[in-house]
């Protein structure tokens, strides 16, 4: 809480009347009373005295709040409070608003039947406030007697048509000039043509202050400097925001994120398009007008560098490049992510961090990568921190802990809700000894034996419906490739079909050909009919032992290790989630596998699709086929009898 009692006014206002008289171009013509402050050098008024102030509260029937009485006691009134209130009332002129604007009736008109009473004393606020504004753009000054605090002190709102926002709450009088003074600041750090250099005591503490902040960031003391930035923005410093922008990207933070003066320096354009581009492409919804309003001042050649980097991260094609060890740490990074390794991906880029060099001295990180679709779902709030806090760009400074990576490791977190609680099913396939990439030979036929591009789980689902013929036997998985810890790699399918024990064939045998693979396939919460569970284990092309659990049932074949013995896990009266974490477990145990929950979820894997995980249709038995026409004919269907094929599990 601000102390008002402390405040010294006439050394506040005396600094703020010379820097707004510095700051009028000379001999431009001002109003009588303007150009009469501007040679005084003193935008108020003498000071009320007591018996005008209590003359005051006499009138209004209330004892004026503390920091505005102290504020009249060295000036009853002031002129030009911030761009817009051209004259603030003193003794004479506060009033009570009465709802003179009308402003009560047009707010209430907003409320819902419903409305909490909170928000219908905001709309009364019309009707109590203290009119302070005299002269002023459309703009109200309010100062609220029924919203005071324990020092006696009123909230002040401003409200103006031509902000299009709800009205700004002030804690006190004294925070609203303050507010005042910052806007005067900043209305004034971009001098016009003809119009004087804005410089003075305040500009250079405060430019020096953005100076220091700067090493102070690059050194990991990111929260001071952060603060200090933020201080200096409020007064329209140049290049504190898009300075302190750096820092809240890196924090996961992207609302009003402009990174403002520094983008459009082709200096640190490389590295602070990309994520500006990013977050319009991500809610521009291909209206790209807007695109340029944030490049204001920025040469043809960075506009089309825009372009051609909007163009680039919409098609997925966006590519993060560095300079020096600490990018050729990025290109490790990279492909270890490929491959749903974004711990070490993320420890790679970290441990090169100190090495990173910046492109110039308003370049406070890198930025760029958050753009990249294999290294930006690697950020987290925690990852954001810890690379803000790593000294960096030749600064030296206390290296941070590692921060906590978002895998748990092992299988266990797949009985865990995810968000929406969408994943109640799923199934995925290991095998040991081989590269990602060489899992669609062993699991697809034809075409599908090239792996897709990396994409995220919901744009592969979507691409997947490009399909045009659909069978009820033909349960082709769409999966997602990587590895699964030392010497295994995965398939793995979030959302699959229903599982239909009579014509369900396991992929192990085909997928351990030379080698050893396990099929597991949970639907122990699944939406959709009894709870299951499939596990299956084959080496060198053939099954050594497998088990499903279905209708209540067990059915079992081969040796099962102790380990895995279902009949420790299943019964008829377990919950299911538990049941299911303590399989997932003992398959991890077992193998010492792990699925990467954090690249599976949130990242972007190479996918492909398999060959079928039913039988083919037994002679004699229906199924149906729907094929999409092409054109306006629609969807068409037909029933099939099949062939002999081979039996089930």
């Known amino acids: 809480m601000t102390d008002t009692t402390a405040f010294d006014w006439r050394s506040f206002l005396l600094t703020w009347s010379g820097e707004w008289a510095d700051s009028l171009p000379d001999g431009e013509a001002q109003g009588e009373d303007d150009e009469a402050a501007r040679r005084a050098r003193w935008l108020g008024f003498p000071p009320a005295s007591e018996e005008r102030i209590a003359a005051l509260e006499e009138r209004l029937g209330r004892r004026m709040p503390p920091s505005y009485r102290r504020f009249l006691q060295v000036s009853d009134g002031w002129r030009h409070a911030g761009g817009f209130v051209w004259l603030l009332a003193g003794t004479a002129d506060a009033r009570w608003h009465d709802n003179e604007s009308g402003l009560a009736d047009m707010f209430e008109e907003y409320l819902d039947e419903d409305a909490e009473p909170a928000e219908r004393q905001e709309a009364d606020l019309w009707r109590r406030g ?127 994120v402009y990174f403002e003066d520094v983008v459009t320096d082709p200096r640190y354009a490389p590295d602070l398009l990309p994520p500006l581009v990013a977050e319009h492409a991500a809610h521009s919804y291909r209206d790209d007008s807007t695109l340029t309003f944030h490049l204001r001042g920025a040469d043809e050649d960075l506009v089309s560098l825009a372009y051609a980097t909007l163009e680039q991260v919409r098609s997925g094609t966006y590519r993060y490049t560095a300079a020096g060890p600490f990018g050729e740490a990025v290109e490790r990074a990279r492909e270890l992510a490929r491959w749903g390794d974004t711990g070490g991906a993320w420890r790679t880029l970290m441990n090169a961090l100190p090495l990173w060099e910046p492109l110039g001295p308003d370049h406070l990180a890198p930025l760029g990568w958050v753009a990249d679709p294999l290294l930006g779902p690697l950020l987290s709030p925690e990852r954001g921190r810890e690379l803000l806090s790593t000294p960096r760009g030749g600064q ?104 239909h024990r009579q014509r369900f064939v396991s992929p192990a045998a085909a997928a351990g050909a030379d080698t050893r693979a396990v099929v597991v396939w949970s639907g122990l919460r699944s939406r959709h009919g009894e709870p299951f569970f499939h596990l299956s284990v084959a080496r060198d092309g053939a099954e050594q032992y497998a088990f499903t659990y279905a209708d209540g049932e067990i059915r079992r074949s081969g040796e099962i290790p102790r380990a895995l013995d279902p009949s420790r896990f299943l019964g008829a009266a377990e919950d299911g989630a538990e049941v299911e974490r303590s399989l997932l477990e003992a398959v991890a145990g077992e193998f010492g596998v792990s699925l990467p929950r954090h690249a599976l979820v949130h990242g972007r894997l190479h996918t492909f699709t398999t060959r079928s995980w039913t039988r083919p249709p037994r002679n004699g038995e229906t199924y149906m086929v729907i094929r999409m026409e092409r054109g306006d004919a629609g969807p068409a269907d037909s029933e099939r009898t099949g062939e002999d094929g081979p039996g089930s599990r």
Do not use: C
């Open 130 to 256: 203290l009119q302070l504004d005299v002269e002023s753009d459309v703009t109200h000054v309010l100062m609220d007697p029924e919203d005071v605090d324990e020092d006696g002190e009123w909230a002040v709102y401003t409200w103006a048509s031509w902000r299009a926002a709800p009205p700004e709450r002030h804690a006190n009088f004294l925070e609203f000039m303050r507010e005042m003074y910052r806007e005067f600041h900043g209305l004034r750090a971009r001098p016009g043509d003809g119009e004087p250099v804005f410089v003075n005591d305040t500009t250079r503490k405060l430019d020096s202050q953005v100076a220091e902040a700067r090493l102070e960031a690059l050194r990991g003391g990111w929260e001071r400097a952060g603060r200090a930035l933020d201080e200096a923005r409020e007064y329209g410093r140049p290049r504190a925001a898009g300075l302190g922008d750096q820092i809240r990207r890196l924090l996961g933070q992207t609302y009003m």
């Open 396 to 499: 030296a400074g206390e290296a941070p802990g590692p921060a906590a990576g978002p895998d748990p490791g092992g299988l266990a977190w797949l009985a865990e809700p995810d968000p929406g609680n969408n994943r109640t099913s799923y199934r995925f396939v290991l095998v040991e000894g081989v590269e990602p990439e060489e899992l669609p030979g062993r699991l697809a036929d034809g075409d599908g034996t090239e792996l897709n591009e990396p994409m995220s789980f919901w744009e592969a689902r979507h691409r997947s419906h490009d399909r045009r013929e659909f069978s009820s036997y033909d349960d082709r998985a769409l999966m997602a490739v990587g590895r699964a810890g030392t010497g295994w790699s995965f398939a793995f399918d979030g959302d699959p079909a229903p599982f």
